[in-house]
T-cell receptor, first 116, second 112 residues
Framework: GAVVSQHPSRVICKSGTSVKIECRSL??????MFWYRQFPKQSLMLMAT?????????EQGVEKDKFLINHASLTLSTLTVTSAHPEDSSFYIC????????????FGPGTRLTVT | RKEVEQDPGPFNVPEGATVAFNCTYS??????FFWYRQDCRKEPKLLMS???SGNEDGRFTAQLNRASQYISLLIRDSKLSDSATYLC?????????????FGTGTLLAVQP
């Protein structure tokens, strides 16, 4: 159990366009999900905490108007990178914390975004 | 100063070797501690939690020293399949969320 999926796994888009990434908890409910970004040879950096039914909490330095997060149900959070630029090219990973308890976060397989 | 610091490596070791990774964290309010493993271009996966009393899972042993704010991971009898990046992770105390802070990772390459 505790599977998290992400879609798409890989996306290439042109500069100036927007890209939506979905994160789904397949077999559990998750009021809280997290979005991370990982640049090559660097660690995961938390971008924001996504809360079902309320606004996301963004980490310092992350533009909320550029990285739109929607957590409309207990199994789905979306991250939209608006007006993407080449410097937004990165590996975006989500994780979900199971509502039924425990401390573990379950990670999705990640989405590799390339902006040309 | 980074909140979680690790030696980036790489650690190149022969099969069968014992290798140890170290990690330090700066925030004394850190509550829980973990080692994750990340394979190239994949998501991180939980390897083990780290407890003050020390804990072992097969060939892997984790230790925590709260006074020194230091965490370690020991891998015995290294296998080729152990090659990966090992991430030291801490969870902060308090708050409504389970925010994890990741270290930059230590790259392990086990050679045949």
């Amino acid at each position: 159990g505790a599977v998290v999926s992400q879609h798409p796994s890989r996306v290439i888009c042109k500069s100036g366009t927007s890209v939506k990434i979905e994160c789904r908890s397949l077999d559990f409910q998750a009021t809280t999900m997290f979005w991370y970004r990982q640049f090559p040879k660097q660690s995961l950096m938390l971008m924001a905490t996504s809360n079902e039914g309320s606004k996301a909490t963004y980490e310092q330095g992350v533009e909320k108007d550029k990285f739109l997060i929607n957590h409309a149900s207990l199994t789905l959070s979306t991250l939209t990178v608006t007006s993407a630029h080449p410097e937004d090219s990165s590996f975006y990973i989500c994780s979900a914390h199971r509502d039924s308890g425990g401390y573990e976060q379950y990670f999705g397989p990640g989405t590799r975004l390339t902006v040309t | 100063r980074k909140e979680v610091e690790q030696d980036p490596g790489p650690f190149n070791v022969p099969e069968g070797a014992t290798v140890a990774f170290n990690c330090t964290y700066s925030n004394s309010a850190s509550q829980s501690f973990f080692w994750y493993r990340q394979d190239c271009r994949k998501e991180p996966k939980l390897l083990m939690s780290v407890y003050s009393s020390g804990n072992e899972d097969g060939r892997f042993t984790a230790q925590l020293n709260r006074a020194s704010q230091y965490i370690s991971l020991l891998i015995r009898d290294s296998k080729l399949s152990d090659s990966a990046t090992y991430l030291c992770v801490v969870k902060m105390r308090g708050g409504a969320t389970n925010k994890l802070i990741f270290g930059t990772g230590t790259l392990l390459a086990v050679q045949p």
